[in-house]
């Protein structure tokens, strides 16, 4: 006889095929059911999620205090403990850990209770990462669903996970889902107890994904179930369903791989993520810094604001791009306010850090760059400023040199600034600057007025110091030859190909977890570029000076156009790549292929750790960077806008963009 945990759930997402206020109401909607339920059935009810507890508490306060009663009384609990359900591939581990603390901050301080096992049945595949931050967080077990049989081969549904630093927790996955039919779950509930091997076991059931939970008929024929089944079916939580079982097989990898798509899909969502990861943390580090020197008040409640904005938008199906249009502007909205709270609060930690440097000298136009780091560093920087006044005359002209604080000079280069005006007034140089850490590092810029003369023009595709020899071929636009100390590293790279694809945001077919696009179409240099590159030549250089050489080129491909620029940095061994699609086809995928000289093992940035990446053709989730083995040494390719990528045959294949259609199966 088996033993049965039935965990009574309603999943709801606040955005999916409907707007955040639907799903604020279908929240309030199940919530009052499950309290009525409550008042004649015998069954506990589980539901997680900061967001849906809070509509309950802003909307409907006499429904909230219903709630207290009912978790006082032991009659619904309290499951999950984060602030949502958020994608658990893409979020930074820094994003995942406030997930879970400002989950816990607000059960404890409402309820007085938290779960110890974390549920996160509805997302995209589970980085190893996770682990290490559930047992840190005070979680020792954990609750999913996919990746799905045959995705994933597990010996065990129940199972050790084990985390990148060793890091263990129980782990179940419900291979059935987490729904059940309305008015035919104990039906379901009883087939899929029978379908597990275990003698103790777990299955999720109540009506979902638009909520509702349990019904009256449900409850009914749970209690015949009870009693006329053959098993023990007991009312349960996944804390006490965890405490009952001592699964023995382990796990020592991500889970993956399911829904490909998700990775790529609603680019532009993404990339405000990245951004707001990067900005909050940026923010809160000169704050603290500021308040510190006592510079300035700490702005908690605006932080906080930003923070719980990041979190909200990593939901599972608004960040991997699984939602309706409204969805993705739901999306974009709540990253934009984050990065409107964390511009102001970096604005006023720098004017208030800025108090203590000295006013500018005669002539002076002083440039401050933040270090957050704890560590010195030295990058190029690009900064933009305006001339104390407009020079009309075509006599003369403007020369600027530079220095750090301490009057040494720096390395810099003028190039082209946003603004197209015509005239020697607004200026952006980029330059070499050695950072202190944690602090305001000064450099200053003086300009002198020379006489004016004929602009040099550089035509040339090379750049050669000696170490790093990089070429750009005139004839195709691409990357001809990457290399470093001798070694070469690409030949005829960063060739863009346009892949079959199809509808689906997800990427849920058979034939997309082999590969994420099929027939691919590679694009080809404009002899004569035309629309909006009308009047350019196929390659050009753009900038060339001591800190880089910038080329462009442009290229089509069907109703595709694609701007692709280089920037050959002559002080690292490093190569920009800055791709700007103008995207004219749909059930398309565009990649950047990079032919890796001696390629061997792909790994990928993953949350806390790095993961050894599929080089089978199978899609690949990483965050920051990706690095291809070439021989003895690595090729690290960084990016700040993607995550999905490909291996195979020699090349790494960076996914760009899909045109995908909104929430199409």
Known sequence: ???????????????????????????????????????????????????????????????????????????????????????????????????????????????????????????????????????????????????????LSLESDQFIWEGFDGSRVKAYRSSAGYNSPLGDSARAIRERAENQKEDTVCVLWGVGNHGGGPSAKDLADIEILQKEGENEYIHSTPEAFFAEIQPTSVFKKSLHISMP?????????????????????????????????????????????????????????????????????????????????????????????????????????????????????????ACEFMLADQNWSEEVTSRIRMTDEAGKPVFFQVVKEESNIHLDWRKKVVFEAELKPLSLNRFRVFVDMVKAE??????????????????IDGKTGLLKSFRVNGKDYLQDACRLNLFEDNPDPWGMGAEQRTRLGTDPKPFELMKEPDGVFAGMKPVQVIEDGPIYLGVEAFFRRDNTRARVEYRIWKNNDEVDVLVDLFPGDVNKIVKLELPVCGAGRVFGQAVFGIDELFTDGRENVSQRFVAVESGKDLLGVWNDCIYGSHFENGSLFLSLMRGTTYCAH
């Open 454 to 471: 004929p602009a040099k023009k550089s035509e040339d595709l090379v750049f050669d110091n000696g170490r790093k020899r990089v070429e």
């Open 1 to 151: 006889m088996k033993r049965v945990h039935m965990i009574c759930n309603a999943h709801i997402d606040p955005i999916w095929q409907w707007d955040w206020q639907e799903g604020a109401s279908a929240a309030l909607s199940t919530f009052r059911s499950a309290v009525k339920l409550a008042e004649k059935y015998d069954y506990v009810f589980c539901h997680n999620e900061v967001t849906v507890y809070k509509y309950a508490q802003e909307y409907d306060p006499e429904l909230f205090e219903e709630i207290r009663r009912l978790i006082k009384a032991g009659k619904w609990r309290v499951m999950g403990g984060w602030f949502l359900q958020p994608d658990c591939n893409l979020p930074a581990g820094e994003s995942l850990v406030r997930q879970v603390l400002r989950g816990k901050k607000y059960f404890t301080e409402q309820f007085g209770e938290w779960s110890t096992t974390a549920f996160n049945v509805d997302p995209f595949g589970h980085s190893r990462g996770l682990v290490q931050i559930l047992t840190k967080c005070g979680q020792d077990s954990y609750m999913f669903c996919r990746p799905y049989p045959p995705e």
């Open 261 to 381: 798509g998700c990775y790529t899909s609603m680019n532009k969502v993404k990339q405000r993520h990245i951004r707001l990861e990067n900005e909050l943390y940026y923010a809160e580090i000169m704050a603290a810094l500021a308040e510190q020197k006592g510079l300035m008040d700490y702005p908690a409640e605006r932080l906080a604001l930003a923070e719980e904005d990041l979190l909200t938008g990593e939901f599972h199906d608004v960040l991997p791009g699984s939602c309706i249009r409204a969805g993705e502007e739901n999306g974009e909205m709540i990253f934009l306010h984050g990065l409107n709270e964390t511009d102001k609060v970096k604005s006023a930690a720098l004017f208030a850090l800025c108090r203590e440097q000295e006013a500018a000298g005669e002539g002076e136009y002083p440039i401050v760059v933040f270090n957050p780091h704890p560590y010195a560093l030295t990058a190029n920087v």
